[in-house]
């Protein structure tokens, strides 16, 4: 079945019980957006399954989930079995809903290793249920979203990393020149269910969305064959999750709002920007206090602080000292970088040089692509620099013997004389890499035309092109 069939089959299954409908134009949540302003959520949102399940919003969910694919639940059916799955349990999945009595799977335990250190916890829904998560969120964001803050970047549509990053700097550049750094401790772990479901109860009237949300946050965790009960948290992993963690936190921006603070949240990731130590101090005390009090939520006090805005990153990127702050990557995510690429050139020591700068260049991409708004150009010249002495140590490391090395540097255009010297001088790979030699038969411009990417050059181009 193609999306067109699943599309007939969602369309039919709908006829029988569809509330309203909407148009193109304006939806069934577009309408309860409406409303949404006010403390507590009007008529209109009584028929918000209606809306959850209607064809047009159920087939936007069903493309993103295919679009965005990733692993399979603990049904152990992939994304490619959705459309089967449609045809066979549809029916019941849908009445289920519409009564109320729908009842998630558990979700899937995987555990990935965080940049930092240690690992976060993911919690995988079966396809199924990750499309009705996703039709959940397509009704539910322009309930919530119209009402959150402006200095609210995190998972939001239109919204971006970038963006929160130059609001921070702009926050810098207005004399803000401390910031307060709140790390919230496990927070997808921690979060109350109690306290969050209230908050939604706020805009949501209709009692079949509120069970199933309540239910996938009380869906149980399955490692091992095991499932284990969830009395607290939201786990990573599901669509639903970043929304909930948005009308959750968003207490916390009504709070920083209200005292006139400036500040900037990505999610779970947030600063306040003051104008000495001890006010940013005074702010971590009461805040810590809010956050505890009011959302039970705690703070790692080991990983918060009040520092200097040039000293603590946000989202991969630091500043510069200046009064007006310059952006640039900061050096745990460098370091982060040099890490993963030497990862790659370990696996690359048996491949040809042309396959390894294949394998390099959408790593390549991919991060100065985000690191782009950096202002500071140094950081990429260095990182260039190092790119390329890698490659040219794994190419000495290939001719192994100095006989050997001897032959492919006069190869290379290097004199007998020189070539047998730099074969035969007793340094190290690393050493060699760097020398003159290796730079005069690998240069520059022959790295270019087998098609490495540099990262001075795509910043440059990048830049041009936005």
Do not use: C
């Not at 558990?106 to 919690?123: A, C, D, F, S």
């Not at 306040?272 to 009461?286: C, I, L, N, P, Q």
């Amino acid at each position: 079945m193609d999306e067109r069939d699943a599309g007939k089959r969602a369309e039919k299954l709908e006829r029988a019980g569809r509330a309203g409908g909407g148009t193109a134009e304006r939806t069934g949540a577009a309408r309860q957006a409406s409303g949404a302003p006010g403390e507590q959520a009007g008529d209109e949102a009584l028929g918000l399954m209606e809306e959850v399940l209607r064809r047009e919003n159920l087939m936007a969910a069903y493309r993103r989930v295919l679009r965005n694919g990733g692993a399979g639940g603990v049904d152990g059916r992939s994304v490619g079995d959705l459309k089967e799955q449609i045809r066979e349990e549809w029916p019941v999945v849908r009445e289920a809903l519409l009564s109320g009595t729908y009842e998630p799977s558990p979700v899937l335990r995987v555990e990935i290793p965080k940049p930092g250190g240690g690992v976060r916890v993911l919690g995988i829904p079966t396809v199924m249920d990750r499309m009705i998560q996703q039709a959940l969120l397509q009704a539910l964001t322009p309930i919530f979203d119209p009402t959150f803050s402006e200095d609210s970047y995190g998972f939001r549509p239109g919204r971006s990393t970038h963006q929160a990053v130059l609001r921070a700097r702009e926050h810098i550049a207005a004399g803000h020149r401390w910031v307060v750094d709140l790390d919230l401790e496990k927070f997808f772990d921690r979060v109350n269910h109690d306290v969050l479901m209230a908050r939604v109860a706020k805009r949501v009237r209709d009692k079949r969305v509120l069970r199933a949300i309540g239910r996938y946050l009380r869906a149980g965790t399955m490692e091992g064959g095991v499932t284990t009960p969830r009395r607290e948290g939201t786990p990573q992993g599901g669509p639903l999750s970043p929304l909930l963690s948005n009308i959750l936190l968003d207490d916390l921006d009504k709070e920083l709002e209200r005292r006139g603070h400036r500040f900037v949240r990505y999610a779970d990731d947030f600063r306040v920007f003051v104008k000495s130590k001890r006010a940013g101090e005074r702010v971590m005390t009461t805040l810590e206090r809010f956050l505890e009090k009011r959302l039970r939520l705690k703070v790692n006090r080991e990983k918060s602080a009040v520092g200097r805005p040039w000293k603590r990153k946000f989202l991969g990127y630091g500043t510069t000292t200046n009064k007006e702050p310059k952006l640039r990557p900061a050096p745990e995510s460098v370091k982060r970088l040099k890490q993963k690429l030497k990862e790659l050139f370990r696996r690359g020591r048996g491949w040809s040089l042309a396959r390894t700068i294949r394998e390099l260049n959408p790593i390549l991409r991919g991060w100065v692509a985000y690191y782009r708004l950096a202002d500071v150009s140094g950081v990429f010249e260095e990182l260039d620099a190092w790119i390329r002495r890698r490659l040219r140590l794994i190419l000495w490391r290939q001719w192994k013997r100095p006989r050997t090395r001897l032959k492919e540097l006069r190869k290379r255009g290097l004199d007998e004389n020189r070539a047998a010297e730099s074969a035969y001088n007793g340094r190290g790979p690393w050493w060699n890499a760097g020398a003159s030699h290796t730079n005069q038969v690998v240069p520059n411009r022959l790295l270019s035309r087998m098609g490495l990417v540099s990262l001075v050059q795509e910043k440059k181009r990048l830049a041009s092109a936005s």
